[in-house]
């Protein structure tokens, strides 16, 4: 086994014994870090990986929150199979936002247009229907049980949310190791080229973002069992769009690692920021730090933190390795 493999095996073990020694309040931040991680890594498999940005991503995490919790209140449909039919609808709505886009030319700045608008609509569509809160959004009745995906404390929720961050890290390793990676690496570093050499770039870029929208509804799903409360304005306004996508551009953008490295530094800034400042009254700051801290890594490191921590982890464990008596201590040529 490799170093590198030992160490996140470590890593590994330390996460899953913290709940043995931490308490409920940063336990939910570590719930939230897993959280993002995961929805990050479902945007980073549509804009990490084919170029396509999406600037309204909101619009499928809200799908599934919605749609769960509508399905459990009016039918009594448990989440853990609600947030699946949620994740279904949600890849129908961005396979029809993707035909939109692909199949007539819309590229760059034309697809983030596309993609606002439909989570703007929607945000909109969502305030004037009764049946889902309207404006005033919608209260979910805290019923703790495994079946209504509701917990007492923070425990169940951080090893739900751990599972579904390492969910997210295998299905990307396997799209990446896949064909279907290859192509959709190939559309991101020239797409005319792509095509030119045989690909369906029409084909893998709807796969992509069925594949992305269906990963972020899921994510909704437990937002909206975590939380106990939906709004439209939060679930699809632009603020959440926005947070989604800092975590993997902050982290390393079409990186395996990124959305996690980028969650595990902007997630415990802003939660910690923010209970410090409004304890001061300077509500909103927090905000102003975690602008400043993204302006800082897009104009200092555009390719991501996690190329400077693999470079330091690479060092790190090669000086280790040639330290050892009779390791062949010869430089790295």
């Known amino acids: 086994m490799s170093r590198k493999a030992l160490l996140l095996a470590a890593l590994f073990a330390v996460l899953m014994l913290l709940p043995l020694v931490l308490g409920n309040y940063v336990l939910g931040i570590f719930v939230m870090i897993y959280f993002w991680a995961y929805v990050g890594q479902s945007w980073n498999v549509l804009t990490?990986?084919?170029?396509?940005?999406?600037?309204?991503?909101?619009?499928?995490?809200?799908?599934?929150?919605?749609?769960?919790?509508?399905?459990?209140?009016?039918?009594?449909?448990?989440?853990?199979?609600?947030?699946?039919?949620?994740?279904?609808?949600?890849?129908?709505?961005?396979l029809f936002v993707g035909f939109l886009g692909f199949r007539f030319g819309m590229r760059g700045v034309y697809f983030v247009i596309l993609t606002i608008a439909f989570a703007e609509i929607t945000r909109l569509v969502v305030s004037h229907i009764e049946a889902?809160?309207?404006?005033?959004?919608?209260?979910?009745?805290?019923?703790?049980?495994?079946?209504?995906?509701?917990?007492?404390?923070?425990?169940?929720?951080y090893y739900i949310s751990f599972g579904f961050m390492l969910a997210s890290l295998a299905a990307v390793r396997l799209i990446e190791r896949s064909r279907l990676g290859r192509f959709m690496v190939a559309i991101r570093e020239?797409?005319?080229?792509?095509?030119?050499?045989?690909?369906?770039?029409?084909?893998?870029?709807?796969?992509?973002?069925?594949?992305?929208?269906?990963?972020?509804?899921?994510?909704?799903a437990f937002y909206a069992n975590y939380i106990f409360y939906l709004h439209p304005n939060t679930m699809f306004g632009m603020a959440t769009s926005i947070d989604l996508i800092l975590r993997p551009i902050v982290g390393g953008l079409g990186t395996l690692f990124g959305p996690i490295l980028g969650s595990f530094i902007l997630t415990p800034l802003s939660e910690i920021s923010r209970a410090y400042f409004a304890k001061g009254g300077l509500e909103g700051l927090h905000l102003i730090l975690y602008g400043i801290l993204a302006i800082l890594v897009v104009l200092f490191m555009p390719r991501g933190i996690i190329v400077y921590v693999n470079r330091g982890l690479d060092r790190l464990l090669h000086t280790r390795g040639a330290d050892?008596?009779?390791?062949?201590?010869?430089?790295?040529?």
């Open 132 to 157: 889902l809160g309207s404006f005033t959004g919608i209260f979910l009745d805290f019923k703790p049980s495994l079946r209504n995906f509701q917990f007492r404390g923070n425990v169940p929720y």
């Open 190 to 220: 020239d797409e005319e080229a792509a095509q030119a050499l045989g690909v369906n770039t029409f084909r893998y870029n709807m796969l992509a973002i069925a594949i992305s929208a269906f990963m972020t509804a899921l994510a909704g």
């Open 324 to 333: 050892r008596p009779g390791a062949g201590g010869g430089e790295r040529k």
């Open 48 to 94: 990490g990986y084919t170029g396509h940005i999406s600037l309204g991503h909101a619009l499928y995490l809200g799908i599934g929150a919605y749609a769960t919790t509508y399905l459990a209140q009016h039918f009594g449909l448990t989440p853990w199979i609600g947030m699946f039919v949620g994740g279904a609808l949600a890849a129908v709505i961005g």
